[in-house]
Structure formats: structure tokens, C-alpha cells
């Protein structure tokens, strides 16, 4: 959650273990429940920390299938930006 931690130094503030609590806090205080389901297995908690949650496209798991194998598979996507 590095956007997180971007705004909070923006506004002068530091985004450290007890905001994240204050914050979740407050998102979840007018809800008598909350009800999520994630399913995942990710390669390294990193990426959650810099990008969040990322909806899962044909693109991103061509691109990660390929880096996860080294190369050893072939690189196939429509979109030549990712190559």
C-alpha cells in the first residue's frame, strides 16, 4: 500500500503500524460485519505493500506465468506493451 503511505507523507504524516489500525477502524465502524472472500497464493506479499489488490487480466498472468518460469515458457499476449 505504498499509495497509502505517499498520501499520508503528502499531508505530513507518516502511515506506521497505529494508522493503519485508526484507519481500518474507521472503515469498518459503521458496518456490523464485513463479509470478503481473497483467494491467492502470491509469489511475494511485496507486491501487495506497492500495488494493493490488482484485478487479474489475460496480460498481467501471461507476464507473471513468464517471469515466475524464467523464460522458459512462451511469452504469448496480445498487448506489445507488456513485451
Known sequence: MRYMEDVYSTCGNSFDTRACELLSKAVLRPFGYLRGYHGCRPVSFESYRCDG?????????????FELFEGSIPFVTDNPQLL
Open 53 to 65: 489488490l490488482l484485478v487479474l487480466t489475460r496480460e498481467r498472468l501471461a507476464k507473471m506465468a
